[in-house]
DNA sequence: CTGAAAGCGCTTACAG
DNA sequence: CTGAAAGCGCTTACAG
């Protein structure tokens, strides 16, 4: 692959390379005549710079890490957070940087997350679906290398998170405006989100003079309908179970669904249910779910947006928490409780 | 963001930037002991080398671009995709390469596919979700720049094709041993995908000796299940209807089952229906989906593995498309004949 | 075994 | 307005 240099130019044009170094980078200092035949030539040559060859000088890259990994490993098949990838990817290429994955690698050799972000002068680093207590992660988090985290609060960094408590506090007011008292959360294993919803529930419980059980909180996994089913069938089989079941988000909530209608019941006349996240799945579903929709690409979109800022407002990096709502999508599959209802 | 440098370890050691250099990259003709002093010294500074240094000397990046984009443009949130990326990103990083998106951005301005490619210095480049037949793509395909692309082929260049015409061969030829000889396509938009679907549809039709009809082929988009319910509904209306439905791809499967429960029918007693990708949806689907499950991983890593061997044997590009075999997916939603039946 | 030198492709003070 | 020079951090023939 045999590329063209600003030597080539300089050489053809009978001018010096710093010449056509300014002409090209847009220098006031160049009579217009030599710069329209600097561009011109540029062009007939099909010149195109050297990416590196500029980073090597200017000490600027415009690639942001991306850090994309669950327990699972399997991060970019979390629909939630695969709708975050592609709004950072547009907010990000929009203001002319580009968008590449943090490994471990190099060459053949094992490096931390850090180094790896260091090697390739990565200028900021999202840090998106990853365990966030790793120490390779903490390390990074606690690096020189300005960091954005989505739905988790690092020490003196910028964020972007969804009002888990607010939006889950609305879904439980809703569920009880439906005439509910007898709410089960069942609810995803512990994390900064995890911990968010729990208060949103356990407050607004209270708030509504309800009693928060402790044999209606249960916990599964996020995204996994077998553990969430296994759960939901535990909630079945208490002597007084409840009328209506949150869950950890869409995709387990069909655990649910399974569970429920294993047990002979039908959704909503005999037991309610909602879900979370919003994204796709519940559209899917039959009877429609009723969920908390996150606007999971303006997330994307806010995160890529104060990274940048703070890359390039190095010396005064926003941290305040950039918070984003959601939007509680009221569908079939939570209904009005029938008082005298005996289902079974 | 203070580096430490080559230079640096020089100076600390009393050595040549050379001697540095060789005895980091693990040349023979430094000392044993030089060789350690080196290295610890290395360590004690926590030097990085700098991937763009090296880049601009060696003309070696092991950048990898991905270029992921479809229609609608959402291509990352497109499940099947979304495994796809997922396999060549380990399978590329398990090789010491590193992934990016390639983009239209240079900077503010805006440049071409192949421009983002050689300005960025790109290794290789897999084409996974993208419109063909978009002259950048075109472009990109024809370059010097080593290609390959996903469930497509271009003139001379590596690929990796899941074995649509044989899966859905097999797929017809099960819903027939089922009994079922009035089977009905909606296919997706024109595509070589769709090409190799129709192809195996209608050869396996006419081998069984079932008449392949027109007004039984219709038309609606992928992933997308509002087009392929109106499809749906316009079978359902048909005088000599289908007794079985093959859909697009799971997700449009959904639009087929809100048609079908509109229509007062029931599946698969009344009509069945089988999907195709197999990825996460046909197990959420009640009743379960028969589909075909594609490893979008194991596509995805083939990809990878195809692309890096045509990086690093640039004289002898490997071309033979690379096949994938699709598994038949048996599940509730096509059922047996009912010979006697007579619906609504 | 070690080092001086050239060079990858570019940018940027500085001099003229 | 133009150009010579230095240098970003590294690698690699080549000489000693």
Redesign the pocket.
């Known amino acids: 692959m045999i ?5 080539d130019i ?1 050489r053809k044009c ?12 847009g ?9 329209n035949l600097i561009i011109e030539t540029a062009r007939e040559l099909g ?4 990416a590196h ?2 980073a ?4 600027r890259t415009y690639n942001i890490g991306i850090l994309f990994v669950d327990d699972q490993n399997n991060g970019l098949t979390h629909q939630f957070f695969s709708h975050v990838l592609n709004g950072i990817k547009s907010e990000a290429e929009n203001n002319g940087y580009n968008i590449t994955f943090i490994n471990r690698r190099w060459g053949a050799q094992t490096i931390t997350l850090l180094q790896n972000c260091k090697f390739r002068r990565i200028e900021g680093v999202c840090i998106a679906c990853v365990e966030p207590d790793d120490p390779e992660v903490q390390q990074l988090a606690a690096s020189d290398v300005p960091v954005v985290s989505i739905d988790h609060i690092f020490k003196d960094r910028g964020c972007v998170l969804s009002d888990n408590r607010n939006d889950m506090a609305e879904l439980v007011r809703y569920v009880h405006s439906m005439g509910h008292k007898k709410i089960a959360y069942i609810h995803g294993t512990d994390s900064y989100v995890t911990r968010q919803r729990i208060k949103g529930y356990v407050e607004t419980m209270k708030e509504l003079g309800l009693e928060v059980r402790g044999e209606y909180m249960l916990e599964s996994l996020y995204t996994n309908p077998l553990t969430t089913r296994i759960a939901t069938e535990k909630l079945l089989q208490l002597e007084d179970r409840p009328t209506c079941i949150l869950l950890p988000d869409d995709v387990s909530a069909y655990g649910a669904v399974e569970a429920i209608r294993e047990a002979g019941l039908r959704i909503p006349y005999d037991i309610s249910i909602a879900g979370y996240d919003g994204v796709l799945f519940d559209r899917l579903m039959s009877p429609r779910l009723t969920t908390v929709r996150q606007d999971a690409d303006r997330i994307g979109r806010e995160a890529a947006k104060l990274l940048i800022y703070n890359i390039e407002n190095a010396s005064q990096p926003r941290m305040e928490p950039v918070v984003i709502k959601g939007e509680l999508v009221i569908a079939e599959s939570v209904g009005p409780v029938l008082k005298q209802l005996v289902s079974c």
């Not at 590329?3 to 030597?7: D, H, P, S, V």
């Open positions: 590329m063209i240099t600003i030597r300089s009978g001018l010096s390379v710093s010449t056509v170094s300014k002409a090209l980078n220098y006031s200092d160049v009579s217009e005549k030599t710069r010149y195109i710079p050297n060859a500029r090597l000088k200017t000490n």
